[in-house]
């Protein structure tokens, strides 16, 4: 596994709607291609600060759902570079969902959020091409872009019946 890069976006800069720094070191122009690249796959965990008072779930903060869904649209490389063993993108991605469940469950002091399934595939479906995108950026074999494919596919609980 490459090195994890943690990059946090402040309260002032999610309310503002601001990501102006992370796209000038992660944006599309800015990125490196071939092996440096690709070293770059699974490595990006992106987290939120300054809302650690707050007792709701981040996925039920409107300023972070909304500062989620402005990073997908502007940034939809989720796929490639976010870290498949963290709890993070499944929460940027619950962010950018319509609809959660939450249920209380009995003697447990949390709720446990349930999300539809297809809504997830309709979500991520939309970051495959620029995963993919990434991934020839970066000069990956035909086989290692199914692995990945794969892997996010299982990351999410999703079943994966593709054949290489």
Do not use: H
């Not at 596994?1 to 990501?19: C, H, K, P, T, W």
């Amino acid at each position: 596994m490459n090195d994890l890069i943690f990059y946090q976006f402040s309260r002032d800069r999610v309310e503002a709607g601001d990501m102006k720094d992370f796209l000038s070191r992660f944006g599309r122009y800015r990125l490196p291609v071939g092996r440096e690249l690709a070293g770059m796959m699974d490595s990006l965990a992106l987290t939120i600060s300054g809302y650690d008072d707050d007792i709701r779930e981040v996925y039920a903060i409107p300023e972070i759902r909304t500062f989620y869904r402005q990073l997908w649209e502007r940034w939809p490389y989720w796929l490639y570079f976010c870290n498949l063993e963290t709890e993070n993108l499944m929460m940027m991605v619950m962010c950018c969902l319509d609809s959660l469940d939450a249920m209380k469950v009995k003697d447990q002091p949390q709720v446990k959020v349930s999300i539809n399934p297809l809504e997830v595939v309709r979500f991520i479906s939309g970051g495959f091409v620029p995963m993919n995108e990434m991934c020839e950026r970066a000069g990956m074999s035909e086989r290692q872009i199914f692995d990945r494919t794969k892997a996010v596919f299982e990351y999410f609980d999703l079943p994966f019946d593709a054949e290489l």
